[in-house]
Nanobody, 121 residues
């Protein structure tokens, strides 16, 4: 059974930084994509970043480009989301998700429970 556990959320002032972690277990995909999503109250869920195994390329939503960086440590089965220059609009529950197909976007089959990020002005 694939399990994804996020951590690293919290309360930070605007302009600050946080690093989210997503630890995967039961994960034996040869081809994969792991994405970070966020959902704020009253808003649709947004895929903010993704990394996949095909060519290790990374995807970023325009709203976070230049501020967020996704990375992975395969030895630790962990994907990170480094978030810098945070804005109040970044406030949301952040989820990681995985699928056994190396393409960002579309449907993901496995989801974590999320971690809250709150950015104060």
């Amino acid at each position: 059974e694939v399990q994804l556990v996020e951590s690293g959320g919290g309360l930070v002032q605007a302009g600050g930084s946080l690093r989210l972690s997503c630890v995967a277990s039961g994960y034996t995909f040869d081809d994969y994509a792991i994405g970070w999503f966020r959902q704020a109250p009253g808003k649709e869920r947004e895929e903010v970043s993704c990394i996949h195994s095909s060519d290790r390329s990374r995807y970023y939503a325009d709203s976070v480009k230049g501020r967020f960086t996704i990375s992975s440590d395969n030895a630790k089965n962990t994907v990170y989301l480094q978030m810098n220059s945070l804005k109040p609009d970044d406030t949301a529950v952040y989820y990681c998700a995985a699928k056994n197909y190396p393409r960002c976007g579309g449907e993901y089959g496995f989801w974590g429970r999320g971690t809250q990020v709150t950015v104060s002005s």
